[in-house]
């Protein structure tokens, strides 16, 4: 029962697979066109079994050649036929195709699922600046009007403090007091130690 089986009914000339394989193992170039032959088309059928898609089931079968070429010095033929070697290996090729467009899939859903949630950083930040910035207002309504107007044409529109002097038609020294005293209450309201 170690004869080979022939489903057409008639024995294909010459080698067999399995001597083409150790041919092949030596480099012979013939021999991996015969086998190239012999395999390439049930090679074919089951990658696309699996992969169902055209394109990348030519591109794994030609992987799996490729593969044959370069491994046959490993293939045992006490382990088993040479077509199932070669249909093992593509069985392999074809499931590791899957598993990584499935994994890379996943990987793409997961990125764009972090692209539309904001940070939780960024969200809480905004928060917070409102809040700092809604406490700023309500200290800023504490000062008298002139200590107002000296810290907001100061800080809020950047003026010198000799630019908000000539501003309000007040000399320097009254708009450095009006400015430090009005800082000193905006840092007691706020409750920032000095």
């Known amino acids: 029962m170690n004869e080979a089986v022939q489903i057409s009914g008639v024995p294909s000339p010459g080698p067999d697979l399995q001597e083409l394989l150790v041919r092949v193992a030596r480099g012979d170039q013939d021999a991996f066109a015969q086998v190239y032959d012999a395999v390439s088309g049930p090679v ?25 070429w370069r491994t046959a010095p490993r293939f ?33 859903h997961r990125a ?12 809480s930040e905004q928060v917070e600046t409102r809040l700092e910035r809604e406490q700023v207002r309500r ?3 504490t000062l008298s009007e002139l ?5 907001t044409l100061a800080y809020y529109r950047g003026l010198t403090y000799r630019e908000v002097a ?17 800082l000193i209450r905006l840092r007691d309201c706020l409750g920032v130690s000095a």
Do not use: Y
């Not at 764009?112 to 969200?123: N, S």
């Open 166 to 182: 000539e501003l309000l038609t007040v000399p320097l020294g009254t708009i450095k007091t009006r400015l430090r005293d009005g």
């Open 147 to 151: 200590q107002r107007q000296s810290v």
């Open 139 to 141: 200290c800023l309504r």
């Open 76 to 108: 045992q033929a006490t382990r088993g036929s040479a077509m199932n070697w070669v249909l093992t290996l593509a069985h392999h090729r074809a499931v590791d195709r899957v598993r990584s467009a499935e994994a890379s899939a996943a990987r793409e």
């Open 44 to 68: 074919l059928g089951l990658v696309r079994s699996i992969l169902r898609d055209p394109a990348q089931s030519e591109e794994v079968a030609q992987e799996v050649l490729v593969e044959v």
């Open 112 to 123: 764009a699922l972090l692209d539309r949630t904001p940070a939780f950083d960024e969200v």
